[in-house]
């Protein structure tokens, strides 16, 4: 097949997690035998157009303005002009597109306009939703982004989602049929599991000078990464400090990795008498990230709304077990007692039992650590996803002739 896909974010230009997805999934799809052009939006340093692991990539200009949905406008507008012009050059050469695959609803208006224009099945990802950021739709902003969502769901042949979680979500918060939506994990590729892997990691660092930068040599480490948001729940995990400080008095450091505002979280640190016990880092690289990882005990992921949870698989890789709170995917990804430990959501006492029940259990933390890599393997690897994509195009081809 050839597939045009549409993303407002790819490598170098990285803002969330539908730039790695879709850096990952598309070069296994290649392997498979199809074509893939990728219109996706220019950034400094990188060229206009480049084939990156077989995928044919094309960075467009975007008209700046100030407003981001007048922007998310002109790059629509954008994507549409660029793959008008794509379209004409294919049909000059007696080929054609077979499926537009849109990622998220920031995509949605060129990508439902080429796929009703050009009669082509639309099959349309999306990674999370504004109704479950927010656990409802309050604001002109939220309504927006909503009724995009809704206009993608509707128009797409096939909706793809990355959990059982939110194929229902998406029945209940954008009346998308469940027997129209298909499940296909997010995946950590090999290249990148390597990166957090001990085992492929050149430690050209002391571990022990480095982890005197966090706690004392006595202390073990449990640390969160990811953004600094209200829905990542990181107020929860400092709620549960306290109990696992009553358990474990002067052997527990707490690390908080991940840019945004942190005064509130400082502040709760400071109210609960637990601020000595907590660092915040800031923003930290992959690089950093790696070694880090190497010499923490625990990853703590309290997350109030959370469709996946890719970080979780990240710790996979490095070897951390991890703690997460039972909402959103984080139960699907993290199989309770086999590979993880899964809480109750924003319950601090829960979070910090489940700490306890690592820091205090060597075998039972290995025996977690060693089937989390095992379900990288079995579950969220690309290669199988990639097959998995490939069958839901598929089925929107099947959908497309019986109309």
């Given at each position: 097949m050839h597939i045009l896909v549409l993303a407002w974010e790819f490598p170098p230009r990285i803002i969330g997690?539908?730039?790695?997805?879709?850096?990952?999934?598309?070069?296994?799809?290649?392997?498979?035998?199809?074509?893939?052009?990728?219109?996706?939006?220019?950034?400094?340093?990188?060229?206009?157009?480049?084939?990156?692991?077989?995928?044919?990539v094309h960075r467009i200009p975007v008209e700046v303005n100030q407003d981001f949905f007048r922007w998310v406008a002109n790059m629509n507008d954008s994507m549409r002009v660029y793959a008008?012009?794509?379209?004409?050059?294919?049909?000059?050469?007696?080929?054609?597109?077979?499926?537009?695959?849109?990622?998220?609803?920031l995509v949605a208006d060129a990508s439902i306009s080429i796929a009703q224009v050009y009669d082509i099945p639309l099959v349309a990802t999306i990674h999370a939703t504004e109704h479950g950021?927010?656990?409802g739709i309050y604001t002109d902003t939220h309504r927006h982004i909503h009724h995009k969502e809704i206009a993608l769901a509707s128009a797409?042949?096939?909706?793809?989602?990355?959990?059982?979680?939110?194929?229902?979500?998406?029945?209940?918060?954008?009346?998308?049929?469940?027997?129209?939506?298909?499940?296909?994990?997010?995946?950590?590729?090999?290249?990148?599991?390597?990166?957090?892997?001990?085992?492929?990691?050149?430690?050209?660092?002391?571990?022990?000078?480095?982890?005197?930068?966090?706690?004392?040599?006595?202390?073990?480490?449990?640390?969160?990464?990811?953004?600094?948001?209200?829905?990542?729940?990181?107020?929860?995990?400092?709620?549960?400090?306290?109990?696992v400080l009553a358990v474990m008095p002067d052997r527990v450091k707490f690390v908080i990795i991940g840019s945004g505002d942190t005064q509130s979280?400082?502040?709760?640190?400071?109210?609960?008498?637990?601020?000595?016990?907590?660092?915040?880092?800031?923003?930290?690289?992959?690089?950093?990230?790696?070694?880090?990882?190497t010499i923490a005990d625990c990853a703590v992921f309290p997350s109030l709304y959370e469709p996946f949870g890719i970080?979780?698989?990240?710790?996979?890789?490095?070897?951390?077990?991890?703690?997460?709170?039972d909402s959103g995917g984080l139960p699907e990804v993290v199989r309770d007692g086999i590979t993880g430990i899964v809480t109750k959501v924003h319950d601090g006492e829960s979070i910090a039992q489940g700490i306890l029940k690592i820091l205090q259990n060597p075998a039972y933390r290995?025996?977690?650590?060693?089937?989390?890599?095992?379900?990288?393997?079995?579950?969220?690897?690309w290669p199988q996803?990639?097959?998995?994509?490939?069958?839901?195009?598929?089925?929107?081809?099947?959908?497309?002739?019986?109309?």
């Open positions: 997690g539908i730039s790695r997805h879709v850096a990952e999934l598309y070069p296994e799809l290649v392997k498979l035998g199809h074509t893939i052009d990728l219109i996706t939006v220019e950034v400094e340093g990188a060229t206009h157009y480049e084939i990156v692991d077989g995928v044919n008008d012009k794509s379209i004409e050059a294919l049909v000059d050469c007696h080929q054609k597109f077979e499926i537009v695959h849109a990622h998220d609803w950021r927010y656990n797409a042949r096939r909706v793809i989602v990355c959990t059982e979680y939110m194929r229902r979500e998406m029945a209940r918060a954008l009346n998308c049929p469940s027997d129209k939506t298909d499940v296909v994990y997010n995946g950590l590729s090999a290249e990148r599991a390597a990166r957090f892997q001990n085992s492929n990691f050149d430690l050209d660092f002391d571990p022990v000078t480095l982890r005197s930068k966090f706690a004392q040599a006595e202390e073990y480490i449990v640390y969160y990464v990811g953004r600094i948001t209200y829905e990542k729940g990181i107020f929860v995990l400092l709620n549960a400090v306290p109990h979280l400082k502040q709760q640190a400071w109210n609960l008498g637990i601020h000595h016990k907590v660092l915040f880092t800031g923003f930290m690289s992959d690089y950093n990230l790696t070694q880090f990882q970080v979780a698989l990240e710790c996979f890789a490095a070897g951390v077990p991890v703690v997460v709170s290995d025996r977690l650590v060693e089937n989390a890599m095992q379900d990288l393997h079995d579950r969220f690897a996803l990639a097959k998995q994509t490939e069958a839901v195009y598929n089925k929107s081809l099947k959908s497309s002739n019986s109309i």
